[in-house]
């Protein structure tokens, strides 16, 4: 199934940016993933505020999803996903992130800190920040008619309310010039699945970043959610996610969407909102089979791959 050959671009952070790239490194060995950096809580948040430097949680959960399913790769991911249970200054921290800060510090540059992990773990592919800079993302909620301002991924993540809007801060975020370059220089870009409002739609805010995602001549793919997420999404369909990209990028355009068939009730209507990016829909069955919103990474790897070698 993999193809030397293919360059693709996938953009996300967190659980869903793992499952995208747990697919994509069956697929090809060109691969790279551009990273969220707003993470504000836990390990990543207190490693951030004492240090200075960006979030490497969902930097580290990237390159564990590139890591190979032999013995190397199996230890090598568990280490780095390790997280610390003690009554000290310890407790929370995994060893990946505390890995990252060290070659960081070491090495003086964040992309270079990361291909050296990358190396050791034998990663399949390379992991890139979005940003040069720490972010902080703030939102507009929705809440029994009132409408205020969050501010955190943590704090958006966890609303009561009805995210409507996005934004980042600082509002014009110097990106990071090699994601640019891996953008401009792809055959595939795919966005999602994730965490849509605080993993995925930061992608278009950062102003370079933005430029390079219209200005490349890849093919853009959509992988939708199996499920909302609560706080953020409550209540959206999948057409609804569509919508939302839309309003945040409007000079997108997308030419495949991929849904699960299992979650996907109105399917002419998903199929018009796929429509309206300029962009088709591919139904199949990508979900876990235990019924799970879990993408499974063979069947979604699969989908991919067969989209990929299409003729344009």
Known sequence: MNDEGLKVVALGGGHGLYA??????????RLTAVVTVADDGGSSGRLRR?????????????LAALCDDDEWGHTWSEVVQHRFRSDGDLHGHTVGNLLIVALWERLGDTVAGLDWLGR??????????????????????????????VRGQVACALTPGRVRAVSLLPADPPACPEAVEAVLDADWVVFGPGSWFTSVLPHLMVPE????LLATRARRLVALNLAPQPGETDGFSPQKHLEVLGQHASSLAIDVVVADTGVTHDRDALAKAAADLGGRLVLAPVADEDGSPRH??????SVLDEIFREKR
Do not use: F, K, N, Y
Request: aromatic share 0%; no cysteine.
């Open 50 to 62: 004492e240090l200075g430097v960006l979030p490497p949680g969902d930097l580290r959960m990237a």
């Open 20 to 29: 995208s790239l747990s697919a994509l490194r069956r697929v090809t060995s």
């Open 296 to 301: 499974d990474a063979q069947r979604l790897a």
């Open 209 to 212: 970043l933005a430029e390079a």
């Open 120 to 149: 050791l773990l034998g990663a399949h592919g390379r992991v890139l920040p979005m940003s040069s800079v720490p972010l902080d993302i703030a939102a507009e909620v929705e809440l029994d008619g009132r409408v205020s301002t």
